[in-house]
Nanobody, 120 residues
């Protein structure tokens, strides 16, 4: 019954900005990490950014300096602020959580994905 729901995707011109949000809900004891992935048509899914419960972050080289990941542990929410967007950023963006349920089970949960399209 644990769910992740993304929001904030859309169509934007090159150089613009978007902020993605992902909210986790359900019987969650803790969330160890929250990650953003993306998948473009015909390409493999790739890790964009990750943040651990202590706040440490990791970014793909292609987005460093432009994207910022953050989290609110109390709200089980992760954000991805995307600035200076480029056409090559166009992809479906997915939220992933490494979590422990209230029953003590370890789970990896994916959101449904949100489309980000950047036009020239």
């Amino acid at each position: 019954q644990v769910q992740l729901v993304e929001s904030g995707g859309g169509l934007v011109q090159a150089g613009g900005s978007l902020r993605l949000s992902c909210v986790a809900s359900g019987s969650i004891r803790s969330i160890n990490s929250l990650d953003w992935y993306r998948q473009a048509p015909g390409k493999q899914r790739e890790l964009v950014a990750a943040i651990a419960i202590g706040g440490s972050t990791n970014y793909a080289d292609s987005v460093k300096g432009r994207f910022t990941i953050s989290r609110d542990n109390a709200k089980n929410t992760v954000y991805l602020q995307m600035n200076s967007l480029k056409p090559e950023d166009t992809a479906v963006y997915y939220c992933n959580a490494d979590l422990v349920t209230w029953m003590g089970r370890t789970r990896s949960v994916w959101g449904q994905g949100t489309q980000v399209t950047v036009s020239s």
